[in-house]
């Protein structure tokens, strides 16, 4: 399975965008994760297969909105209300089978990873 995410760009502060995360491959639970400059990964957003689970860390609540479209074989993540301290690479990740993780921040438990899109936000 190869994960293609994409979206990413350049955008002022209050300014909104949508990742998107191409699967090759039908896949389990997925989450976005994102690594800032100097800084380690961290867990944003992460949604159970059926879609009706989603978690977010709490920077990113109610401000991103995570979803997902089996039929496709992506999931995406709606950024809105954008701060200079989302710049960061962000990168999809994919369970093989689990149609939910628990816990569902902790990246070991992610079979596949993106190669990640870079968010610049700027004041």
């Known amino acids: 399975v190869q994960l293609q995410a994409s979206g990413g760009g350049s955008v002022q502060a209050g300014g909104s965008l949508r990742l998107s995360c191409a699967s090759t491959?039908?896949?389990?639970?997925v989450a976005w994760f994102r690594q800032a400059p100097g800084k380690e990964r961290e867990f944003v957003a992460a949604?159970?297969?059926?879609?009706?689970?989603?978690n977010y860390v709490d920077s990113a609540k109610s401000r991103f909105t995570i979803s997902r479209d089996n039929a496709k074989k992506a999931a995406y993540l709606e950024m809105n209300s954008l701060k200079p301290e989302d710049t960061a690479v962000y990168y999809c990740?994919?369970?093989?089978?689990?149609?939910?993780?628990?816990?569902?921040?902790?990246?070991?438990?992610?079979?596949?990873w993106g190669q990640g899109t870079l968010v610049t936000v700027s004041s």
């Open positions: 990740a994919a369970n093989a089978k689990k149609i939910y993780i628990t816990p569902y921040y902790r990246e070991s438990e992610y079979d596949y």
């Open positions: 491959a039908s896949s389990g639970a």
């Open positions: 949604i159970s297969w059926s879609g009706g689970s989603t």
